[in-house]
Nanobody, 118 residues
Framework: QVQFVESGGGLVQPGGSLRVSCATSGSIFRIYTMGWYRQAPGKQRELVATITKGGSTNYADFVKGRFTISRDNAKNTVYLQMNSLKPEDTAVYFC????????????WGQGTQVTVSS
């Protein structure tokens, strides 16, 4: 079964920065575009950013210019660097392999909680 292990979340003040990580198996990492998603309380999960095998990236409008997705192919790990965080970025952040429509393909991991608050 495919597993995604997210880490690096925490409590940060508005305007601060945080980097979250997601490790998965090499068989998944080598094949798929990877995506970061988030789900805030009472809201549906939404796509934040994607990165292809070749390193091409796409971002949701609400994080453009603030978040950066990257991948380390040697470690089978995808990262999300989050800068200029806002309270509305508070959510559980998940990663998954993404299909062409940006929808997560496999079962979801536990995610990592990011809370932006003063």
């Amino acid at each position: 079964q495919v597993q995604f292990v997210e880490s690096g979340g925490g409590l940060v003040q508005p305007g601060g920065s945080l980097r979250v990580s997601c490790a998965t198996s090499g068989s998944i990492f080598r094949i798929y575009t990877m995506g970061w998603y988030r789900q805030a309380p009472g809201k549906q999960r939404e796509l934040v950013a994607t990165i292809t095998k070749g390193g091409s990236t796409n971002y949701a409008d609400f994080v453009k210019g603030r978040f950066t997705i990257s991948r380390d192919n040697a470690k089978n790990t995808v990262y999300l660097q989050m800068n200029s965080l806002k309270p509305e970025d508070t959510a559980v952040y998940f990663c998954n392999a993404a299909n062409i429509a940006g929808i997560g393909i496999h079962s979801w991991g536990q995610g990592t909680q990011v809370t932006v608050s003063s």
